[in-house]
Every structure is written in C-alpha cells, then in structure tokens.
C-alpha cells in the first residue's frame, strides 16, 4: 500500500490556479506633467529665449553674459534628466487569497519585495484632519511597510479604500473571491 502523495488532479490544479489569480492588482508610478515630446519643446523654446537674449549683450560686448545664460540652460537639461531618471520608480502591489506582495523598485533600480500573508495585513492610516491621508502602511507579524507615498492624499485615500477592500474579500478565501465575479 502507498502512503504517499496522491497524484494530482484537474480539480486540483483549477484550485491552484484560482488561489493565485489576483484580487487587486496595482502599480503605483510618480506623477510627471511633462512627457518627452513636451520636455523637446520646452527645451527648444528655453535654447531659443536663451540665445534671443544673449545676442544684445554680444553686440555690446558683454559675451560673458552668453556663456552663463548657456549655463542656466545646461542647468535646466540636468534637472530635468534627473527628474526623468526618478519616474522610473514604482510600486506593484498584489493581493491574492494566498499573498499580499509589494514590489517597489527605486529610480535606479534596486528592488525590494515584501511578502505577507493576507490573513495577516492590516492596513494602517496615518490621517490629518486637514490634509487627508498622509501615509499608508501595511502591517504584519511586527512588519510595517509603506505603501503609496507618490500618490496625492486625495488618491491615496481611494487606493486604501480599494486595497482595503481587496484584502476582506482575500481573506475570506479563494472559493469566496472567485463566486463573486461575473
């Protein structure tokens, strides 16, 4: 007689299956007003405003003054490459009936991925009366990490309202979460 594991079966790997699919699933990414296309044509009005300017105290014999116009321009260009460079961060935060997981990978790259069970994760709020939601926290088993720090207070608020939602209805398990959906 073989005491082992049984084989598994359809029924099985569809239980799997829905235990894994996602409840919420977010990605959290700093606001930038300005796209590339845009950053051109600011670039380009600034180099021409720029030049226009310099061109008088030229004439007079002011060169000087050309060479650090230049340099406010060259100053502007770094800013802004730093500005883009900061955009590539994010946040991903998925919940499934087995796992809450929050991936955050830094401007350059550096990833950090806390792992909880969802049975276990509160979400914390840190709120001022006349600012809003300040900060927001997942918390468990003594573990605290904070989650959506590029968002407004305003959209904060409404992704805790949402995540907080995602984790009641994980926690009540995958038959639950899965019968609720179309």
Sequence with gaps: ????????????????????????????TPHRSLDRNAFRIVMTL??????????????????????FMGLDVVALF???????RHARAFERVVVTPLEVRLRKVSHH???????????WTKLERQTDEDYGLLGLDLVSR????????????GERE?????????????????????SERP
């Design 1 to 28: 007689m073989d005491l082992g594991k049984r084989p598994a079966t359809a029924a099985d790997d569809q239980a799997s299956a829905l235990a894994e699919r996602p409840v919420f699933d977010a990605t959290i």
């Design 158 to 178: 409404g992704f805790a309202d949402a995540l907080g939602r995602a984790l009641a209805t994980a926690r009540r398990g995958p038959d639950y979460v899965h």
């Design 142 to 153: 003594g573990r605290r990490v904070a989650v959506a720090a590029a968002l407004s207070p």
């Design 78 to 84: 770094i800013a802004f490459q730093v500005n883009f």
């Design 109 to 119: 790259g550096q990833e950090a991925v806390w792992r909880s069970n969802p049975a």
């Design 46 to 67: 600034v180099c021409l405003a720029a030049i226009a300017s310099s061109i008088p105290f030229m004439v007079l014999g002011a060169w000087p003054v050309a060479g």
